[in-house]
Nanobody, 123 residues
């Protein structure tokens, strides 16, 4: 098990940027595939981005490609999501998640979750 704590959410105008950060506890962070999900009110949870254990491979939801960047620092036990050119439709609670097995580009198998951080983009 790994404990995850997100930070960095907030209110931003359309076109602006935010950087979400997820801090993980435990000495085996580098073994985990990490991901970011989001859930807007009344909508299903979306798999936004994923990154392999060694950061060699990344996945992005089509609607965020070219705007969002996922990265990780295994020495610091952190995974970040840089979000640029934000749009009102990006408004959601964003969750950091971790899994020990499974592909970086799959939403399946995540069994460790943070508490979520709210991102609100005004038009």
């Amino acid at each position: 098990q790994v404990q995850l704590i997100e930070s960095g959410g907030g209110l931003v105008q359309a076109g602006g940027s935010l950087r979400l950060s997820c801090a993980a506890s435990g000495r085996t962070f580098s073994s985990y595939t990490m991901g970011w999900f989001r859930q807007a009110p009344g909508k299903e949870r979306e798999f936004v981005a994923g990154i392999s254990w060694n950061a060699a491979r990344t996945y992005y939801l089509d609607s965020v490609k070219g705007r969002f960047t996922i990265s990780r620092d295994n020495a610091k036990n952190t995974v970040d999501l840089q979000m640029n050119n934000l749009k009102p439709e990006d408004t959601a609670v964003y969750y950091c998640a971790a899994k020990l097995s499974g592909y970086y580009n799959s939403a399946a198998g995540y069994d460790n979750w943070g508490q979520g951080t709210q991102v609100t983009v005004s038009s």
